[in-house]
């Protein structure tokens, strides 16, 4: 009979979450660590976003979880030694509505005292600053001159391959099948690959976050819905911003390459775990869009594919540690912001669990227990 395989920590999830924690935890000196992945590497929702890498949120604790992440970003190529296609383009985030403007001003005051750069922009200066925006119905606009974009696959991809050096283990296509918990503790886990014994796991599985935490007998309030992109051919490099509006429902970049990736939410979409596209999406983005950005009027559509937004109540991740199971964590629920504030959660939660506590970043906020104690703030700036 051959021996039982035994990790200190197995990571369920192979998208940013999951190898950005393999890769602190790794960093921190546990390399008894290793990823289970269903799939291939950002295979969930990871390789399907548009990579936005913004702080202009709405709520304090979201400000300061992003503007960690975009340090780490910063240090990325250094630190973990890959090339993520980072680029410092700033985020232009238009308002159309008079209510949503006061918002904004007020989420300003607040990322100002943060310590973040962020400018207040009246629609005359978008005019003259993007020329090729079309600003009738804008009432204001906000830019971070920090705020950017990265190549998600890339990010995955540098983090696991520094996760190998360092001494931790990917499993790609090995799904987990069970959690197996004894008096109250988890033990191990029981996978395609067969049974590997553990003191920890971790549910970082996105879109099938809440299934994965019932392998344990914890339930958590998430629930995925389908959010559909589109990419255009090419132009030549101008455009090196992310445009987004909560309002106008939309968020716009262009990539390294030249092409547009355009993305928007919809109210009717039902929960559920669902990769298919409509021509409803391409109908109603593309007419909004050549709206608003004439220079896209006769540019051709390449691509079209879905990806999951894994939503908690409040539109902020769920992060913690379970009271009812220990050895149990969960980084979760992330509402569609997962890629751009993965490097500070993988960071704070690895310290918790090498030190005992998160020392960069406060995470005890995202902690399941707020809903229960019904301290809940919600994050306005998603689309």
Not at 28 to 34: E, I, L, P, R
Not at 83 to 105: C, K, M, P
Not at 194 to 217: K, M
Not at 254 to 270: N, R, S
Request: charged share 20%; with cysteine; proline share 3%.
């Amino acid at each position: 009979m051959s021996e039982i395989k035994k990790y200190d920590v197995c990571i369920i999830g192979g998208g940013i979450t999951g190898t950005a924690l393999g890769y602190f935890l790794c960093k921190f000196g546990k390399t008894s660590v290793a990823i289970f992945e269903k799939s291939y590497l950002s295979s969930g929702s990871t390789g399907r976003c548009a990579g936005g890498i913004r702080q202009q949120w709405s709520t304090r604790a979201n400000v300061r979880l992003a503007m960690r992440s975009v340090k780490l970003f910063e240090r990325f190529k250094e630190d973990v030694g890959m090339d993520i296609e980072y680029r410092q383009g700033g985020y232009l985030v238009l308002s159309y509505n008079e209510q949503e403007a006061e918002q904004f001003e007020r989420n300003v005051k607040m990322q100002r005292e943060e310590g973040l750069n962020v400018e207040i922009l009246t629609p005359k200066q978008v005019s003259e600053k993007y020329p090729y925006i079309n600003t009738e119905g804008i009432v204001m606009a906000t830019f971070c001159q920090t705020d950017g974009h990265a190549n998600p696959h890339k990010a995955v991809i540098g983090y696991a391959q520094a996760i190998r050096r360092m001494g931790g283990d990917i499993y790609t296509h090995t799904e987990v099948k069970n959690v197996d918990v004894q008096n109250g503790r988890v033990t191990g886990i029981e996978t395609s690959a067969g049974y590997f014994a553990c003191d920890i796991v971790v549910n970082a599985s996105g879109p099938w976050s809440r299934e994965v935490s019932q392998l344990v007998g914890v339930d958590l309030p998430t629930e995925s819905y389908r959010h559909q992109i589109l990419v255009t051919e090419p132009l030549e490099n101008f455009f090196p911003m992310m445009a987004i509006s909560f309002s106008g429902n939309f968020y716009m970049r262009q990539t390294q390459h030249g092409q547009f990736i355009l993305g928007q939410g919809d109210k009717d979409e039902k929960p559920g775990i669902n990769h298919n596209v409509t021509y409803k999406f391409e109908k109603e983005l593309a007419s909004k869009m050549v709206r608003i950005f004439p220079f896209l009027r006769d540019i051709r559509i390449i691509r079209h594919w879905s990806g999951m937004y894994n939503m908690s109540p409040d539109a902020q991740p769920i992060i913690g540690q379970s009271e009812k199971v220990k050895g149990y964590y969960y980084a979760v629920g992330y509402s569609g912001h997962g890629f751009m504030v993965a490097p500070a959660v993988g960071e704070a939660l690895a310290e918790t669990i090498v030190f005992g506590k998160a020392l960069h970043t406060d995470i005890s906020y995202l902690d399941l227990t707020r809903f229960e104690k019904m301290q809940i703030e919600k994050e306005k700036n998603v689309v």
